[in-house]
Each structure stands twice: as structure tokens, then as C-alpha cells.
């Protein structure tokens, strides 16, 4: 079993910053997704568990910077220029088998409880 703890979340206005954090047992393969209500859960970013690649929507690219921080096994999701349309609660997720990165749901099967991401306009 691997616990993922988040935090970060939070109510901001449009163009600011978030930066959004998940630690985790051990160095894993990380995705970030966000489920909006109503909505399916959807990618946001993931990182290798290998060497570091990074991958992004197409939605976010540009504006969030995912990153690892192996001192605390804890990965990052710099949020940059939000907009209300990134309004959604935010997963980290990590699967024991995935070595390199994945956009899929599915791929994933350990998952953190979630954070709040609030941006108004």
C-alpha cells in the first residue's frame, strides 16, 4: 500500500499562483489529474519515475511546471496563470509498475484524497 498525502490547495483569483505538493513513501512515476464537477477526471501532468521526464495537457502546458523533490519523495505541481477553468479538485497519483510517465487514469492505482483548487475571476 502507498499513501500519497497533497496539499497546497486553495481559493485564488485569475492570473495568480498555486503550487500544489504530494509526498509519498518512495520515488515513484507521478500523475497529476483534476475532476471538475460534473466532469470526468482528467490529466494534468505526470513525471518519470526514471529520469524525471516530464508531460503535460495541452490545456496546461506552458503555464504548470510539475517537479520532484527527492529529499522529501514529494512532487510538485507549480500552478502558474490560473484561469476559473482550472477550478477542480486536484489528484496525485503513482502506480508501483510504471517506470515511465502516463496520462491515463487507469494506469494509476494508488491515489492521493484530493485538493481543492479554487480560481476566481
Known amino acids: 500500500q502507498v499513501r500519497l498525502v497533497e496539499s497546497g490547495g486553495g481559493l485564488v483569483q485569475a492570473g495568480e499562483s498555486l503550487r500544489l505538493s504530494c509526498t509519498t513513501s518512495?520515488?515513484?512515476?507521478m500523475g497529476w489529474f483534476r475532476q471538475a464537477p460534473g466532469k470526468e477526471r482528467e490529466f494534468v501532468a505526470a513525471i518519470s519515475r526514471t529520469d524525471d521526464t516530464t508531460k503535460y495537457a495541452d490545456s496546461v502546458q506552458g503555464r504548470f511546471t510539475i517537479s520532484r523533490d527527492n529529499t522529501k519523495n514529494a512532487a510538485t505541481l507549480e500552478m502558474n496563470s490560473l484561469t476559473p477553468e482550472d477550478t477542480a479538485v486536484y489528484f496525485c497519483?503513482?502506480?508501483?509498475?510504471?517506470?515511465?510517465?502516463?496520462?491515463?487514469?487507469?494506469?494509476?492505482?494508488?491515489w492521493g484524497q484530493g485538493t481543492q483548487v479554487t480560481v476566481s475571476s
Open positions: 518512495g520515488r515513484y512515476a
Open positions: 497519483a503513482v502506480d508501483l509498475s510504471l517506470s515511465t510517465y502516463s496520462s491515463r487514469v487507469k494506469d494509476y492505482s494508488f
